[in-house]
């Protein structure tokens, strides 16, 4: 499974009540969600860049809007802004924070979004620091379908970021970090999957859904690859 997740931003802005699941625990909280317009419209995007390719995007209205673009040095140095500014609010409940997802390696595109894990100590008193999150501009999803993890999410429809939290020691890291560093070393690897992601982009129709199930079984296997790798380095 990847980083790459769906935000379908209500129609206009709204103040709720929303429920977040922790390790089969429910907690409540307050949410503000915005999106830009009520009206949604579909365009298929897509741009050439230099080796005659084309970046594709799909943008309905107030969804996420699933886009990949050329490498942009800017996401490492959008990284370490965010880094100093969680370690600044949460770093008493942080071990380590990665820049991970296709942003962290140089010479891939990507979605545009910065993907981060912690490692944490303790989910359990991360999850004490919700408001924090908020803050911060955060909206807690809970484990969203990983088990064990700790999911937050910016930016609605035009996602900037995403927090992948962990205990420390949960595979889940090691996994992500290897295949990060795999397509790093890989060039090949890295063509391939970029080649793959844009044109998914281009025929998503803006589900993320089909997005992330078209990279799934590629992901998978180079993951597993990735890991053999790391393991022999």
């Given at each position: 499974?990847?980083?790459?997740?769906s935000c379908?931003?209500?129609s206009?802005?709204?103040?709720?009540?929303?429920?977040?699941?922790?390790?089969?625990?429910?907690?409540?909280?307050?949410?503000e969600?915005?999106s830009?317009?009520?009206e949604?419209?579909?365009?298929?995007?897509?741009?050439?860049?230099?080796?005659?390719?084309?970046?594709?995007?799909?943008d309905k209205?107030?969804?996420?809007?699933v886009?990949?673009?050329?490498y942009?040095?800017e996401?490492?140095?959008?990284?370490?802004?965010?880094?100093e500014?969680?370690?600044?609010?949460?770093?008493?409940?942080?071990?380590?924070?990665?820049?991970?997802?296709?942003?962290?390696?140089?010479?891939?595109?990507?979605?545009?979004?910065?993907d981060?894990i912690?490692?944490?100590?303790?989910?359990?008193?991360?999850?004490?620091?919700?408001?924090?999150?908020?803050?911060?501009?955060?909206?807690?999803?809970?484990?969203?379908?990983?088990?064990?993890?700790?999911?937050?999410?910016?930016g609605?429809?035009?996602?900037?970021?995403?927090?992948?939290?962990?205990?420390?020691?949960?595979?889940?890291?090691?996994r992500?970090?290897?295949?990060?560093?795999?397509?790093?070393a890989?060039?090949a690897?890295?063509?391939e999957?970029?080649?793959?992601?844009?044109?998914?982009?281009?025929?998503?129709?803006?589900?993320?859904?089909?997005?992330?199930?078209?990279?799934?079984s590629?992901?998978?296997?180079?993951?597993?690859?990735?890991?053999?790798?790391?393991?022999?380095?």
């Open positions: 499974m990847v980083f790459e997740t379908t931003a209500p206009e802005v709204t103040k709720t009540v929303g429920e977040m699941h922790f390790n089969g625990k429910t907690s409540t909280a307050k949410l969600m915005t830009a317009s009520a949604e419209s579909i365009n298929i995007k897509s741009t050439l860049v230099g080796n005659g390719k084309y970046i594709g995007a799909c209205g107030g969804a996420m809007i886009e990949v673009v050329p942009r040095l996401w490492r140095k959008d990284f370490e802004i965010e880094k500014v969680l370690i600044k609010y949460l770093g008493g409940h942080i071990s380590e924070i990665h820049h991970i997802g296709s942003t962290s390696v140089i010479g891939l595109a990507a979605k545009p979004i910065i981060i912690l490692e944490v100590p303790s989910l359990i008193k991360l999850d004490s620091e919700l408001n924090v999150f908020q803050v911060l501009g955060y909206e807690a999803m809970g484990e969203f379908g990983i088990r064990g993890r700790r999911y937050y999410r910016k609605g429809g035009n996602r900037t970021h995403q927090i992948h939290a962990f205990e420390v020691g949960d595979a889940n890291i090691d992500h970090i290897a295949f990060r560093d795999y397509l790093a890989h060039p690897v890295r063509l999957y970029q080649d793959l992601k844009i044109q998914l982009a281009k025929e998503c129709e803006n589900d993320i859904d089909q997005y992330c199930t078209g990279k799934d590629f992901v998978k296997h180079h993951e597993a690859k990735a890991l053999q790798w790391v393991a022999k380095v």
